[in-house]
Structures are given as C-alpha cells and as structure tokens.
C-alpha cells in the first residue's frame, strides 16, 4: 500500500466504481459460477457436466459420485460422533422416550437412504398402455 493510501491523502471511493465492476464480473460469469458465489453450492460441489463418448460420461458421473459421497459420508460420520457424546453420563441424561425417538428416527432415514440407493439401480419398467394412443 502505498503511503498515500495509508495517510489517508487520496479521494474516498464512494463504492460506485466497486458497484459497477461488480456488475461488470457478474455479467461475464457463467451461471453456475454465480450459483457457487450465491452459496448454492460449494465449488468442489460444483458437478462436472458429463460430456464426450459414453465411457467418458460414465468416467465424469463415477467420478462426481465418488468425491461428493466422500464428503458427505465423512460429513455424516463426523455428525455421529457428536451425537456419541450424548452419552456421556457425566453430562447429560435421558428418558428411554428420547433415546427411542433418536435412534427411530435415524433408523428411518438409513432406511430410506438404502431404498432410493436399490431403487435407482432397479430396471426401469416402462407402462406401455400410456404409449398407446386411439382416436
């Protein structure tokens, strides 16, 4: 910084210059850059969009798979970990009731988690009456 910004002896910037590169950057980003900066979703969150021959698609998918479910399995792990210290009895104490709705509730929800996993590897029957058409 140079000694005249330190002494303070250069004009204030009202904010309008900072105001209109602003707008300027925003008007050359790509949509899914402004979602990452919106907060939608974290850059290493960002899906790479599968492109090229059928084995590459396949390669981009596995590959997004792969690092989002590292993070998020981990994030889950982690979470657990601290509900574990729940349990200290030194600290805290529960009712059977509590102790039966948290652990139903997660239960449940594993449960799902597993269901949309086959579900999704499931063949897809197609309902061929509603290809049909008469007049």
């Not at 910004?5 to 309008?16: F, H, I, T």
């Not at 574990?84 to 009895?89: F, Y």
């Not at 269901?115 to 049909?132: G, I, M, N, T």
Request: glycine letters at 4%.
């Amino acid at each position: 910084m140079t000694r005249k910004k330190l002494m303070g002896d250069e004009p204030q910037d009202d904010g309008r210059e900072a105001d209109l590169m602003e707008l300027e950057r925003e008007s050359q980003t790509s949509e899914q850059d402004l979602a990452i900066e919106k907060g939608l979703f974290a850059p290493s969150d960002a899906p790479m969009v599968p492109t090229g021959t059928a084995e590459q698609r396949l390669a981009t998918k596995r590959a997004n798979f792969s690092r989002l479910a590292s993070k998020r399995v981990t994030g889950v792990l982690e979470r657990l970990s601290v509900l574990k210290n729940l349990a200290n009895t030194n600290t805290y104490d529960w009712t059977q009731e509590q102790h039966d709705k948290i652990f139903d509730t997660i239960g449940e929800m594993f449960d799902e988690v597993v269901k949309a996993f086959v579900e999704a590897k499931k063949p897809k029957a197609r309902d061929k009456s509603q290809l049909r058409f008469e007049v």
